[in-house]
């Protein structure tokens, strides 16, 4: 159950429609940001190869992952004749990727899903995989399908417009792939971190491919998350997802808190004796590289009580039979999923580590 990933320039998007044996007919989903940036392109390519296409708009915005968006949106899909031979083609980050991708799933019992990221986060992450999703008032992501699309279109020229703090958040997830499984890519974006961020084209279609490469190799062998492996790349998530709770997802970008997150995982596994003091060291040189704004830092993380911390942990959906389960390393590069329980001092313990590191 895997898609393809085709990088290229956008102008090749109809061939590549065409080539996975969709219609040529296409339903567009942008939020403002994204219908103002590129929607006179994107139509433009469209109308050349005669494709059809109508286009829906959202809010930029983690609000429009709702029922009530999608609501709107299917009464917006009836009205416009959107059928089973239109492919759904999602155009922007995470949010317009998870909304569309769960619209696409559910509407008409499944519709034909395009990918197309335009922010580094969903271009390494979010748009590869197949986890579709909306919030509940209650949770996030909480309720949503495993459902692919049939390819996921990445043109990191997109990228451009994007700013600089969403390439940040972007590239902690990239960092995330490397400490779990691929120690090399730890010294490649070492090395290419510069060049990374203020877009250099090879070194970031460099960090997308092997990004998007290390996603795969995951997800193709446990596309559901029911064998464990899957759920290392929540690695940092089960910290980052508390400080998201605790500042109602307004103070830190997604990559933001996770990087906060595998900060306190890794001081973690080095308490637990699993990693050496020297890689922690490591660990946190190149988290300090990503500028998170101190102001943001000082009240949402280092004000934060790490009791507090801790009990927003404990309402992790993650959690099973009663247990969270952290990600832990053993090394850099190699994750796994503990099954044991940690103490609640442990966990405080590196939430402080985290702090001092960071300050
Ligand atoms: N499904 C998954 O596997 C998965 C994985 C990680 C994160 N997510 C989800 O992804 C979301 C976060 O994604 P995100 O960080 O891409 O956020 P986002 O979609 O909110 O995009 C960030 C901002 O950038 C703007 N934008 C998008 N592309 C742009 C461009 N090229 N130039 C200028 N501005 C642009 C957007 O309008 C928005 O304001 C969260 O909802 C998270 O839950 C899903």
Redesign the pocket.
């Known amino acids: 159950m895997l898609h393809h990933v085709v990088f290229s320039s956008f102008y090749t998007f109809n061939d590549v429609l065409l080539s996975h044996g969709l219609s040529p007919k296409v339903a567009l989903l942008f ?4 219908h103002r ?1 590129f929607s006179q392109q994107i139509f433009q390519t469209f109308h050349q190869a005669n494709i059809a296409q109508s286009s829906f708009v959202v809010p ?3 609000s429009a ?1 709702s029922l009530r968006t999608a609501e709107r949106l299917y009464g917006e899909f009836i009205k416009n004749g959107i059928d089973r031979a239109t492919a759904l083609v999602a155009v ?7 909304l569309g ?1 769960f619209l696409a799933a559910s509407y008409l019992r499944g519709i034909p899903l395009a990918q197309v990221p ?2 580094l ?2 271009m390494v ?2 748009a590869i ?1 197949g ?3 909306i919030n509940h008032p209650l949770g ?2 909480m309720i949503g399908f495993f459902y692919a699309p049939v390819f996921t279109f990445i043109d990191v020229d ?6 600089k703090r ?1 390439i940040y ?2 590239l902690a ?1 990239a960092f995330k792939y490397a400490l779990i499984q691929d120690a090399p890519f730890f010294d490649r974006l070492e090395s290419q971190f510069e060049r990374v961020v203020s877009l250099e084209r090879a070194a970031v279609e460099q960090v997308v491919k092997r990004s998007v490469k290390n996603k795969l190799r995951v997800v193709k062998r446990d596309f559901k998350e029911t064998l464990g492996l899957r759920a290392l790349l929540n690695f940092g998530h089960t910290f980052g997802h508390a400080l998201e709770t605790l500042s109602k997802y307004r103070a830190f ?3 933001e808190a996770v990087l906060i997150g595998m900060l306190c995982a890794s001081a973690l596994s080095k308490n637990l004796g699993l990693i050496d003091d020297a890689s922690l060291s490591r660990i946190a040189r190149f988290a300090k590289r990503f500028p998170i704004s101190s102001r943001l830092l000082k009240r949402h993380f280092f004000d934060v009580e790490e009791s507090a911390m801790e009990s927003a942990m404990q309402s992790d959906k993650k959690k099973e039979r009663g247990l969270i389960r952290f990600v832990l390393l053993r090394a850099i590069g190699e994750a796994f999923l503990c099954n044991e329980k940690i103490s609640s001092r442990d966990i405080r313990r590196a939430i402080r580590e985290a702090k001092r590191f960071l300050k």
Not at 31 to 34: A, G, M, Q, S
Not at 92 to 98: F, N
Not at 158 to 163: C, I, K, M, Q, S
């Open positions: 939020d403002r940001n994204t940036l930029a915005s983690e992952k922007g980050g995470g949010v317009v990727g998870d991708g335009t922010t986060l969903a992450d979010s995989g986890k579709v999703a996030k992501n997109f990228l451009a417009t994007l700013p969403d958040s972007g997830e970008r997604h990559g």
